[in-house]
């Protein structure tokens, strides 16, 4: 059975994804299999890797859809037995109009 590490902080700017990254890379370069899961609506996971957030065609949600096929949220690091997961760009872009409709009906 695997284990879970999770790195957590309500703090913004502390080093959260920094820390997962390197983690997760000392742990893979060892020989584990990691993957790495990011649900920072900023999709700061996805420089880490040296990736775009428009790079990512499937993302955290794609891996909850029950009618979809989850191995496609998981993205390959680049680096040997490290993976990782992150929200799709999309999300966030949802989030803000939702965000901005809300607004708007709170004014009326």
Do not use: W, Y
């Not at 703090?11 to 983690?23: D, E, I, M, R």
Request: proline share 5%.
């Amino acid at each position: 059975m695997g284990r879970g590490v999770a790195v957590v902080c309500p703090k913004g700017g502390v080093g959260k994804t920094t820390v997962s990254v390197n983690l997760a890379s000392a742990l893979a370069d060892k020989g584990f299999r990691c993957l790495v899961i990011g649900v920072d609506p900023q999709c700061g996971l996805l420089s880490s890797f040296g990736r775009d957030r428009f790079d990512v065609d499937c993302g955290l949600l794609d891996f909850f859809d029950p009618e979809g096929q989850p191995d496609d949220a998981i993205q390959p690091s680049g680096v040997e037995n490290l993976d990782f997961i992150s929200i799709h760009v999309l999300l966030r872009e949802e989030e803000q109009q939702l965000q901005a409709e809300l607004d708007e009906a709170e004014r009326k």
